[in-house]
């Protein structure tokens, strides 16, 4: 391990899997793409299914993301790697149940691995919008247990580590879930750990690759005035998504959740939550148990989405 000392409990791989079972079984058949749209640079995220060593182990999963050039016929240079060192350094000094863990690194010549605890139900956006067949929807405890856990991974990014971490690439792809559908935050190739501290600006590194629908505005108005108020805008995003079941950006002015949610609120909220009730997911089973509870988090994920960030709450209030 190079570049690599976590300050928390080292997860590790099975013994019966070993880096070379998992770069063989790096294969167009053998993989599946987590977010091929929303790639950064050309860091690629991969589902893998390991078989395992032959007679030893058994079938596992875990998700790769794969550091190379952009010219694939080059070996891994000073970029690639320096990329990668980053990313994992950053990850080390996080500790936290509602953040992807790295078990391992490979190096070879023409790419650099990291191998992350594999979280089995795939990631949010496939569960909100592209689960086929909608045989198995997300029910409203789920959803609160994925906002709980979004809010208190972020929560310990921004107040948690020895210097606050803006992770800039909040969505429902980057949203990881377990078993038993518990967040975990990947996707950390542009988060930046701010040395000046909360609510300090920092330089912006660029809109990231991806992310329109849930930027925060100021990326476009003020990018030097960024802090850890734009994830809370993103995290707001993917409440309104939780709730309605919308894609964070479709068509017309109306297809903008952030722009949408504000300015229907008030009628939205009013007449008993008549509204409201139309525009809920169809999908959640049992609404009216928890209407009042949903509308709460519908509030609150416009609170987060506002144009000011002065505004927003911070992660600490949201999460209460």
């Known amino acids: 391990m190079w570049f690599w000392k976590r300050n928390c409990p080292a997860a590790t791989l099975p013994t019966e899997y070993n880096a070379q079972v998992i770069v063989d079984n790096l294969t167009e058949n053998n993989v599946r793409n987590m977010w091929s749209s929303r790639r950064i640079r050309n860091d690629k ?46 990850l080390a000094s996080i500790c936290h149940e509602n953040i992807i863990s790295v078990l391992d690194v490979i190096v070879r010549d023409e790419a650099i691995m990291l191998v992350y605890k594999c979280a089995v139900n795939g990631n949010l ?26 809010a208190k991974g972020l929560c310990h990014l921004h ?11 909040i969505n429902s792809n980057n949203i990881l879930l377990d078993q038993n559908f518990k967040a975990m935050i990947a996707g950390f190739g542009t988060a930046q750990m701010n040395m000046a501290g909360l609510d300090q600006p920092l330089p912006i590194m660029g809109l990231p690759t991806g992310n329109f629908g849930y930027a925060a505005p100021e990326y476009g108005i003020a990018p030097s005035q960024l802090t850890e108020k734009v994830d809370v805008y993103s995290f707001g995003v993917v409440l309104l998504e939780l709730i309605t079941g919308r894609v964070a950006t479709g068509p017309g002015v109306d297809g903008q959740l952030p722009i949408w949610a504000p300015r229907n609120r008030k009628e939205l909220m009013a007449n008993h939550l008549k509204g409201f ?9 049992d609404q009216a148990r928890c209407m009042k509870e949903m509308a709460t988090v519908f509030t609150l994920g416009v609170d987060c989405t506002v144009m000011d960030q002065q505004k927003r709450p911070s992660m600490q209030i949201a999460l209460k």
């Open 45 to 90: 995220l991969n589902v893998v299914h390991a078989q395992g060593i032959a007679g030893i182990g058994l079938p596992t999963t875990l998700v790769v993301k794969k550091f190379k050039n952009m010219n694939p016929t080059l070996q891994v240079d000073e970029n690639v790697t320096n990329r990668c060192k980053y990313e994992m350094m950053l």
């Open 125 to 150: 956006d496939r569960w909100l919008h592209r689960l086929e067949g909608q045989d198995r929807l997300l029910s409203w405890p789920e959803r609160m247990t994925i906002t709980i856990g979004i």
């Open 159 to 169: 107040n948690g580590c020895n210097k606050p971490i803006v992770h800039h690439n």
């Open 277 to 285: 009730k139309i525009e809920v997911d169809k999908g959640i089973p």
